[in-house]
């Protein structure tokens, strides 16, 4: 008898993604925790710089994507290594938009909204489904992984543009999100298209994971618990790999080949979902920089001295307000490269990020194109004091032009 070998890439494999259970979550929020706080690891405590991280987790991601179409199963380690390295990556790409390119917020989450709902639609008109439970052939593995990478870059892009254009801070973002995931959810248990509830609350742990990633990492003073970005990866780094080295123990995720997601039904609820999401977005959005807009419009009122009467607020010397603070941390990182203290002064410009991006909710409103020029000039310093090679007299132009900006 002979038999015949059909290649693998022309014949339906085993479904390659895990079964939804609670540790598929867990790990998904997990590795995008490691996402935010690697990739800040990478570009600042190693000093390879935006660029130079995006070179090297786009090849680790190519490598990765390679083994993982060669693979004919689901193997949870070569499946969730592959979903961190999405995560690093995604987030570097709107990072690379926002910070390199000088591309706004609004717009990145427009654009990777659009590519994602794209992929969506090429996705359905080819496969007829976008069921995770369908994935067993090449095409549609194809389509699972761009549209994996699209919701890491989206969830990015409005994470931190929740963050910190519209000043709400990463913690109640978290809270907004964790919130709009239990909605979902309840409406999943009434009647909800169980696929789209799935990729809705995927694209939502994104903003999540940071969240809680930025939370950890930050310094006690800005409201975090002060953990960093290696000690914080770190620790994810650790759970991840305990709960993968689990559920490759237990096989508990590796699914039955069985699903009872209904075939239709999902069209119109995409339609009025999406509808009613954008809806409340816009309008959240607009309510936000109204109000941010009016605060920024506002008089200062004058200090009260104690014993006397009101005086006068001193006056600005930026179209921005007050910029004490960072004129502070400015001088302080110039008088440390000054005396000879790279690593004091690369250390304390991680302050001037932290303090100018907290504020940007705030001072970008009063003026836009003032803000862009210093953001630049911030920017500058950031890749300077934090190149491979510093160069020395780099530095002090790039701090002392800085200087001359905020007045």
């Given at each position: 008898m002979t038999s015949v070998r059909v290649p693998v890439s022309s014949r339906a494999l085993v479904n390659k993604?895990?079964?939804?259970?609670?540790?598929?979550?867990?790990?998904?929020?997990?590795?995008?925790?490691?996402?935010?706080?690697a990739a800040d690891f990478l570009n600042?405590?190693?000093?390879?710089?935006?660029?130079?991280?995006?070179?090297v987790t786009g090849l680790l991601l190519i490598v990765a994507l390679v083994f993982q179409f060669r693979a004919t199963r689901y193997v949870a380690g070569l499946y969730w290594l592959t979903v961190a390295i999405v995560s690093v990556f995604g987030t570097l790409v709107t990072d690379n938009l926002t910070d390199n390119a000088g591309l706004p917020l609004e717009v990145s989450t427009i654009l990777f909204g659009a590519l994602l709902a794209a992929?969506?639609?090429?996705?359905?008109a080819s496969e007829?489904?976008?069921?995770?439970?369908s994935i067993v052939t090449r095409r549609r593995e194809t389509f699972y992984w761009l549209a994996i990478l699209f919701t890491f870059a989206l969830g990015t892009a409005t994470g931190d543009l929740m963050a910190e254009v519209l000043g709400l801070g990463y913690l109640v973002t978290g809270a907004i999100v964790v919130a709009l995931v239990a909605v979902t959810a309840l409406g999943r248990r009434f009647g909800l298209h169980p696929v789209l509830a799935f990729w809705f609350i995927y694209v939502l742990t994104r903003p999540l994971g940071a969240s809680l990633g930025d939370y950890l990492s930050q310094p006690t003073d800005q409201g975090g618990l002060g953990l960093g970005a290696t000690v914080t990866s770190l620790i994810f780094v650790v759970a991840i790999i305990v709960t993968v080295v689990?559920?490759?123990?237990?096989?508990?995720?590796?699914?039955?080949?069985?699903?009872?997601?209904?075939?239709?039904?999902?069209?119109?609820?995409?339609?009025?979902?999406?509808?009613?999401v954008l809806t409340a977005g816009v309008v959240g959005y607009g309510l936000r920089t109204s109000a941010l807009q009016a605060d920024a419009?506002?008089?200062?009122?004058?200090q009260p001295v104690p014993g006397g009467p009101a005086q006068p607020a001193p006056a600005r010397t930026s179209p921005l307000g007050d910029l004490s603070t960072f004129r502070d941390i400015t001088q302080d990182t110039l008088n440390l490269l000054e005396s000879g203290n790279q690593a004091g002064a690369t250390s304390r410009v991680d302050d001037l990020e932290i303090?100018?991006?907290?504020?940007?909710?705030?001072?970008?409103?009063?003026?836009?194109?003032?803000w862009t020029r210093v953001d630049g000039?911030?920017?500058?310093?950031?890749?300077e004091l934090r190149a491979t090679s510093p160069d020395r007299a780099a530095e002090k132009a790039a701090l002392d032009a800085l200087l001359a900006a905020i007045g």
């Open positions: 993604v895990p079964e939804v259970t609670l540790y598929f979550w867990l790990i998904k929020v997990l590795c995008t925790t490691v996402g935010e706080t600042v405590d190693l000093g390879l710089g935006l660029t130079g991280v995006s070179a992929t969506f639609a090429v996705w359905y007829k489904t976008l069921s995770i439970h689990y559920l490759s123990v237990t096989k508990s995720d590796v699914t039955t080949g069985k699903t009872d997601e209904p075939v239709r039904g999902g069209g119109w609820q995409t339609l009025v979902f999406l509808a009613v419009s506002a008089p200062v009122a004058p303090q100018w991006d907290n504020a940007e909710a705030r001072l970008k409103p009063k003026d836009k194109a003032e000039k911030i920017d500058k310093v950031l890749r």
